[in-house]
T-cell receptor
Framework: AQTVTQSQPEMSVQEAETVTLSCTYD???????LFWYKQPPSRQMILVIR??????QNATENRFSVNFQKAAKSFSLKISDSQLGDAAMYFC???????????FGAGTILRVKS | NAGVTQTPKFQVLKTGQSMTLQCAQD?????MYWYRQDPGMGLRLIYY???????DKGEVPNGYNVSRLNKREFSLRLESAAPSQTSVYFC???????????FGQGTRLTVV
């Protein structure tokens, strides 16, 4: 069974600085997707970024980028120029390419200091 | 476009009571899901429906039943609520096997 591990329960960053959230996963599959979801206090789950395992290029969405290391089974999220609105719980998630189940990590609370 | 809509947003139940959480999506998605979120555990899949007319168990199905009423609606029923079912419940949907899931706003359920 696949597992996703987020080893940082909480992280803090100063506004305008850069922060990296860590995620590792365990799988025997070669074709899968990885996701980062943001959950602000409103509880809404918002997709931040998606990475397809067969793509070597790291995904980027504006200030959000990932460092995908397939051999190491590592998928970290970098947030540049952090803003107060980035404060939230961030979840790393895994899904087999044609699977039905998203496997989530436990989450990392990100606090942004002004 | 409302996306995925869950009702209610909050609910308090007494142990042993039953209730149904409702979920509807207006994106013509084939697959629908129910997750529960507990502190320190992320989200865990309860049940899913890959297409209209089918349902399958996820990781934590005990104590729950589901109904895929039509393509739009997927309900989750607690027949006899227990304090261990206190959680935040999320419904999600997606159109096909290679797309991402869209989530509803969640239902905070407390069983006392």
């Amino acid at each position: 069974a696949q597992t996703v591990t987020q080893s940082q329960p909480e992280m803090s960053v100063q506004e305008a600085e850069t922060v990296t959230l860590s995620c590792t996963y365990d799988t025997s599959e070669s074709d899968y997707y990885l996701f980062w979801y943001k959950q602000p206090p409103s509880r809404q789950m918002i997709l931040v970024i998606r990475q397809e395992a067969y793509k070597q290029q790291n995904a980027t969405e504006n200030r959000f980028s990932v460092n995908f290391q397939k051999a190491a089974k590592s998928f970290s999220l970098k947030i540049s120029d952090s803003q107060l609105g980035d404060a939230a719980m961030y979840f790393c998630a895994y899904r087999s390419r044609y699977g039905n189940k998203l496997v989530f990590g436990a989450g990392t609370i990100l606090r942004v200091k002004s | 476009n409302a996306g995925v809509t869950q009702t209610p947003k909050f609910q308090v139940l007494k142990t042993g009571q039953s209730m149904t959480l409702q979920c509807a999506q207006d994106m013509n998605h084939n697959s629908m899901y129910w997750y529960r979120q507990d502190p320190g555990m992320g989200l865990r899949l309860i049940y899913y429906s890959a297409s209209e007319g089918t349902t399958d168990k996820g990781e934590v199905p005990n104590g729950y039943n589901v109904s895929r009423l039509n393509k739009r609606e997927f309900s989750l029923r607690l027949e006899s609520a227990a304090p261990s079912q206190t959680s935040v419940y999320f419904c999600a949907s997606r159109v096909g096997p290679v797309t991402e899931a869209f989530f509803g706003q969640g239902t905070r359920l407390t069983v006392v």
